[in-house]
C-alpha cells in the first residue's frame, strides 16, 4: 500500500490519451534485460553466436507475426505498427550492426546486440523532430523481443491480467499494448513515452486515459493501490482522500457528458456568433488515423506527413506504395481537402543506406525540401505518386521548410516535368493541383510576401516557427518553459505571413500544435487565419468554442494582445476577456480545485 504520508501525492506525466479513470493499479512488471554479461568468444565460436542471433531474430519475427494473424477487430487497424516492427528485426544498424560487432570485437550477441542498440538509440536522440526521436522505442522494443530469446527469459503477458484495472509499466511495447483485453483496462501509465509514442497512439484512437514518461511510476505505485490517472493534463494520484476522490468522480462525469456532446456536433461547421467560418482541418501522420479525422468531425486533412512510409525499413518505398496509400486517404475524405506534405526528413532518417555523411545539427541541416532538392530521385518518385493519386480526390502538395525563393522555384520546376511526364505517359492527375509552401523558419517570415507569388496557399508551422524564431530546444528541460506559442514576437511574425497572403489573394491556415490550444483560440482567430488544423481528437473542443466567440471582437482583441510587451501579459489578457468563455465550453479548462 501507498504510504500514509503520502496521500493525494501526484506524479506528473505527459497527457498522452484524454480521459479520466479512477480504480487499482495493476504492476506489470517485467524482467530487467539492460544488465547484460559481456563474454569474449574464440574466433571459432563466431558462427556459432551469429546463427544464435539469427535463430533470435527469427523467433521474434514468428512471434509477431502471431501477433498479427490474432489481433481483436479494435486493434486491426495498427497492424501496421506490428510490420514495421517486423521490418525492423533486419533493420541495417540493427542486424548487420549486431553480427558486425560479433565478427569484428570476437564477443557474444547479447553484448553484440546491446552496442547496436546503443549506437542506434544515440543517433536518433539527434534528431530534432519528437516524432521521430520517439521511434527509438521501436527499436528499444523489437531488441528486447531478440534478448528474450537470447537469454531464454519468459516476460509475463499482458493479456493474462485478469482483473480491470490501471495497467502501470515501465514501458508498453506495441505488441504488448494490442494484446491486452479492452475490458479489463481501465488506462495506461508508464515511466517511458511520451506523446507521439506508439502506445499513446494506440490509447488515443481507443479513447484509453494515458499518462506516460513518469519516469518514477513503477517504483512509486504498487498493485492495488487505489489512483487517479487525469489524461487530460497528465496527472496521476496516489492513494486519494475522500475530498479528492469525489472531486475527480464528478470531473469524471463531467468529462464524459462533455466529450459526448462536442463529439456529436463536432461534424457541424465552425461558425462563430457573426456569421465568419473557420476550417478546422486534422493533422496525420498515419493512413490509419483518418478514421478518427471522420471521427471528430474534421473539415479536412490539413497536414498530412508523409515520413512513416520511410522510416524504419531497409528499403525505399516504391512509387506503387506511396500512390495506394495517397489514393486510399483522398477516397475515403472523398470531396475534403487532403494537404500532403512531401518529406520533411534528413538523410540521417533513412535505414536505406543512403550514401550521406552524419551531421553535427540535423535541425539546421539537409532536411525538408533541401533533402528533397538534392535527392531529386526520391523526390520525383514522391511528386509523381501525390500527382497519380490527385486523380482520385480533392489533394494538395505542400513543401516544407521553404527558407528561400529559390527553394520554391526549383521545386515547381520538379512538380512540372513530373507532370509532364504523366501526361506523355497517359496517365490521368489533377492539372490544377494547387501547391503551397510551409512557413516555419524566420527567413521564409520575411519574404512572405515575395513568396505568396509563387504559391496557392501558406500554412504556418509553428512547432518548427517557435524553436527557430525563439531559439528554443522544447525537449531541453533548462530552457523548455522559454516555448511560448504566444510570445508577442510570434504573434507579429503570424500576422505578417497572414498579411502577406491576404495582400496575394492566397489561403492561410496554420498547423502546429498552437492551433489545438483552447487558450490561442481568441487570437488565431482575430489574425483572419482561414483554416486550423490540428490533432484531431482537439477538432470537437475547438469547434465548440469557436461558435462561442464573436470574429469582429476577436480582431478588436488581438490589436490589445499586440500592444502586450510579454507572454505573461497576453495570457492575462486572454483570461480577463475569455476565462469565463473557457470554462463554459472547454473541459480541460476546469481545475480541480
Not at 509499466?169 to 501509465?189: G, N, R, Y
Request: net charge negative; hydrophobic share 45%.
Amino acid at each position: 500500500m501507498v504510504d500514509s504520508s503520502r496521500k493525494n501525492l501526484t506524479l506528473q506525466g505527459i497527457a498522452a490519451s484524454p480521459g479520466i479513470a479512477i480504480g487499482k493499479a495493476y504492476l506489470f512488471l517485467q524482467d530487467d534485460l539492460s544488465v547484460i554479461e559481456k563474454r569474449l568468444i574464440e574466433p571459432d565460436e563466431v558462427g556459432t553466436e551469429i546463427s544464435r542471433f539469427k535463430h533470435a531474430v527469427e523467433k521474434a519475427r514468428q512471434h509477431l507475426h502471431e501477433i498479427i494473424q490474432e489481433l481483436p477487430d479494435e486493434f486491426r487497424v495498427h497492424a501496421y505498427i506490428l510490420d514495421s516492427h517486423i521490418m525492423l528485426l533486419k533493420d541495417r544498424m540493427l542486424y548487420d550492426g549486431t553480427i558486425e560487432q560479433i565478427e569484428q570485437k570476437n564477443v557474444n550477441a547479447e553484448w553484440a546486440l546491446k552496442i547496436a542498440v546503443q549506437k542506434i538509440k544515440a543517433i536518433f536522440k539527434e534528431i530534432p523532430n519528437r516524432y521521430y526521436r520517439e521511434r527509438a522505442s521501436d527499436v528499444v522494443h523489437v531488441s528486447k523481443l531478440i534478448f528474450e530469446n537470447l537469454l531464454g527469459a519468459e516476460s509475463p503477458k499482458i493479456s493474462d491480467i485478469d482483473k480491470r484495472g490501471i495497467i502501470v509499466a515501465h514501458d508498453l511495447s506495441p505488441a504488448e499494448t494490442t494484446q491486452i483485453q479492452l475490458e479489463k483496462v481501465k488506462a495506461f501509465v508508464t515511466d517511458l513515452g511520451g506523446q507521439t509514442s506508439h502506445t499513446a497512439i494506440i490509447a488515443r484512437s481507443l479513447e484509453i486515459p494515458a499518462v506516460l514518461g513518469i519516469g518514477n511510476a513503477t517504483r512509486q505505485i504498487e498493485t492495488n493501490d487505489l489512483i487517479i490517472v487525469d489524461g487530460s493534463t497528465g496527472a496521476v494520484i496516489l492513494d486519494p482522500d475522500e475530498e479528492t476522490l469525489a472531486q475527480y468522480h464528478d470531473r469524471k462525469d463531467l468529462f464524459e457528458k462533455f466529450h459526448a456532446s462536442v463529439t456529436r456536433i463536432s461534424h457541424l461547421p465552425a461558425e462563430t456568433t457573426d456569421g465568419h467560418r473557420l476550417t478546422v482541418s486534422a493533422n496525420i501522420e498515419l493512413f490509419e488515423e483518418v478514421a478518427s479525422v471522420i471521427d471528430h468531425g474534421a473539415d479536412g486533412i490539413g497536414l498530412y506527413r508523409t515520413e512513416f512510409l520511410y522510416v524504419n525499413r531497409p528499403i525505399l518505398p516504391s512509387e506503387e506504395e506511396l500512390f495506394n496509400n495517397y489514393r486510399e486517404v483522398a477516397e475515403i475524405m472523398g470531396p475534403r481537402e487532403v494537404t500532403i506534405r512531401t518529406l520533411d526528413i534528413g538523410g540521417d532518417k533513412f535505414a536505406s543506406g543512403l550514401p550521406l555523411a552524419e551531421e553535427m545539427n540535423p535541425a539546421l541541416g539537409l532536411r525538408a525540401i533541401r533533402f528533397c532538392l538534392q535527392s531529386p530521385e526520391i523526390f520525383q518518385t514522391q511528386i509523381r505518386a501525390i500527382l497519380r493519386a490527385s486523380a482520385f480526390g480533392n489533394i494538395r502538395i505542400m513543401f516544407p521548410m521553404i527558407s528561400q525563393v529559390e527553394e520554391l522555384v526549383s521545386a515547381k520546376r520538379l512538380l512540372d516535368e513530373v507532370a509532364e511526364s504523366l501526361d506523355r505517359e497517359g496517365i490521368p492527375f489533377k492539372h490544377d493541383l494547387e501547391v503551397g509552401a510551409m512557413i516555419e523558419v524566420p527567413s521564409a517570415v520575411i519574404m512572405a510576401d515575395v513568396l505568396a507569388r509563387e504559391v496557392d496557399f501558406f500554412s504556418i508551422g509553428t512547432n518548427d516557427l517557435i524553436q527557430y524564431s525563439l531559439a528554443i530546444d522544447r525537449i531541453n528541460k533548462h530552457v523548455a518553459g522559454l516555448y511560448q506559442p504566444l510570445h508577442p514576437a510570434m504573434l507579429r511574425m503570424i500576422r505578417r505571413v497572414v498579411e502577406a497572403a491576404k495582400e496575394a489573394d492566397i489561403e492561410v491556415s496554420l498547423c502546429g500544435e498552437m492551433a489545438g490550444d483552447p487558450a490561442n483560440l481568441p487570437v488565431l482567430l482575430g489574425l483572419e487565419l482561414d483554416s486550423l488544423s490540428m490533432n484531431p481528437v482537439s477538432i470537437p473542443v475547438i469547434k465548440n468554442l469557436l461558435r462561442k466567440l464573436s470574429f469582429s471582437e476577436s480582431k478588436l482583441f488581438l490589436e490589445e494582445a499586440l500592444k502586450q510587451p510579454t507572454t505573461a501579459d497576453v495570457l492575462k489578457l486572454i483570461q480577463l476577456n475569455y476565462g469565463k468563455s473557457f470554462e463554459e465550453v472547454t473541459f480541460a479548462a476546469r481545475p480541480i480545485p
